[in-house]
């Protein structure tokens, strides 16, 4: 990417906000366009500057790092997450809220690194697919009416037998579409291929199971089903998810 990387940094006190300041000094690409004591703060903010990444503290008075993270779910364009904090007992929970990373203090430079290369990786990522991608919505019949769905809704798809299902959080729909066709369709998305029947959107996956002769399983957002990774596709899948 070419521009700036707008950056707000929100955490309550003062010496946290100044250190991650001066470490992201050394990033010529990263733009510091607000700082917040308060997740209130935080918010408003947001709203006004609409950067790209948000550096949180979890534990703050009134709004935590989390419930900021929770709010900001609503809006219409979010900001990277990065959680800063001096607590590791919270990480689950926040990429419960689709954290991008977890920093913990005292803040570790070479984390710090790691941590801007997923940031430019994803960031890169979604510009390419606003460029790209084919279809705004994707049109499934249901109970007679049309429905469109944005791609961003879909957790996952799969064939089976004739059909080919579609499931969102919390609904599921059919078509006769074959999933290959679908897959072109979907390109410029963060869909990928884990099997030879089933499609999963990046953005839902939560967890990465070892399963057994070198295949795994995944579990994604919103569901109990676990979705197979067969071998040829693990590789691929793990530089994919930057493990």
């Not at 700082?35 to 006004?48: C, F, T, V, W």
């Not at 729909?173 to 990928?192: A, R």
């Not at 919103?222 to 530089?239: A, F, H, Q, T």
Request: glycine content about 2%.
């Amino acid at each position: 990417m070419n521009r700036k990387i707008k950056t707000i940094i929100i955490d309550d006190e003062p010496l946290s906000r100044d250190e991650m300041k001066y470490l992201l000094q050394n990033y010529s690409d990263i733009e510091i366009v607000a700082e917040a004591d308060s997740g209130e703060k935080g918010l408003e903010m947001i709203m006004i500057k609409e950067p790209d990444v948000a550096f949180i503290d979890i534990e703050m008075p009134q709004m935590s790092g989390l419930d900021l993270a929770r709010t900001l779910q609503k809006m219409k364009k979010i900001p990277l997450i990065i959680f800063a904090t001096a607590y590791p007992n919270y990480a689950a929970k926040a990429f419960r809220v689709d954290a991008l990373d977890y920093l913990l203090k005292p803040f570790d430079e070479d984390q710090l690194n790691e941590t801007m290369k997923r940031i430019k990786k994803r960031l890169n990522r979604e510009e390419k697919a606003e460029q790209v991608s084919p279809i705004a919505k994707l049109a499934v019949e249901d109970e007679g009416r049309i429905v469109y769905l944005s791609p961003t809704e879909i957790v996952y798809l799969y064939r089976e037998e004739r059909e080919t299902i579609i499931c969102t959080e919390d609904r599921k729909f059919s078509l006769k579409t074959p999933i290959k066709e679908l897959e072109e369709k979907l390109k410029g998305f963060p869909f990928f291929r884990t099997h030879k029947s089933y499609l999963v959107n990046l953005d839902k996956i939560e967890e990465l199971i070892p399963w057994f002769n070198g295949a795994y399983q995944l579990k994604v957002e919103g569901k109990k089903d676990e979705i197979p990774v067969s071998r040829n596709y693990v590789k691929s899948l793990r530089e994919r998810l930057e493990l």
